[in-house]
């Protein structure tokens, strides 16, 4: 298998080597549940449909129920599917866990960043805002001139201006595993990952 589903559990700290302090992230790694098998024969490729976390029977449709009652297991909140070169060694209701990560490897981690609502140039961008002086009172943090004048007349499309500022799916690459705790399907990996406490991320083999 070569990902996935995971829970941020939340940000700490280890020890290194020369008594280092290391910024880490834990995260709750499964254990996940194949819900799904497709192979090339039946579905055009290779893939896993793994289940993560438990839901009550009355929080899914019909559909689904039927989905997961086929692959004898119980409703999972989130499913995520992760393609393979040969799908054929799996099995549906067969569980996934942490220890398929060893300590020292490089992963990617996807997830959902924070929202942050609607935003200024200031905060969304880093812009530096006009002057607090001269008579400006009014436009501290605003942004200014947007477009030139008649020439081209209009605003280019992609002009950093204010708006929505997070809750985007983003990735971070060569994220290296510190620690797995197979037992209480807990990797510790270096650094932050995407999303708030508790918000669902996938883990992905590179």
């Known amino acids: 298998m070569n990902g996935m589903i995971g829970r941020k559990i939340g940000m700490a700290q280890i020890y290194g080597s020369g008594n280092r302090a290391v910024p880490v992230t834990l995260i709750e790694a499964g254990p996940c549940i194949v819900t799904q098998v497709k192979t090339k024969e039946h579905d055009g490729y290779e893939a896993v449909q793994l289940g ?31 393609r393979l070169a040969d799908a054929k060694g799996y099995q549906a209701g067969q569980t996934v866990t942490a220890d398929i990560f060893k300590a020292g490897e490089l992963v990617k981690i996807s997830g959902v960043t924070k929202g942050k609502g609607t935003a200024g140039v200031v905060k969304r961008h880093g812009f530096g805002g006009g002057p607090a002086t001269h008579g400006q009172t009014d436009r501290t943090r605003r942004s200014g001139a947007v477009s030139s004048g008649s020439t ?18 983003f ?24 999303g708030a406490a508790g918000g669902i991320i996938t883990i992905h083999k590179q």
């Open 52 to 82: 993560f976390l438990d839901v009550k029977p009355q929080k899914i449709n019909k559909p689904l129920a039927g989905h997961f009652a086929k692959a004898q297991t119980s409703p999972k909140k989130v499913l995520r599917e992760f």
């Open 152 to 169: 081209p007349g209009r605003v280019y499309p992609g002009k950093r201006m204010a708006g929505h500022m997070g809750h985007r799916n």
């Open 171 to 194: 990735s971070l690459r060569n994220v290296r595993i510190e620690k797995v705790d197979a037992e209480k399907n807990i990797i510790v990996v270096r650094g932050r990952v995407p």
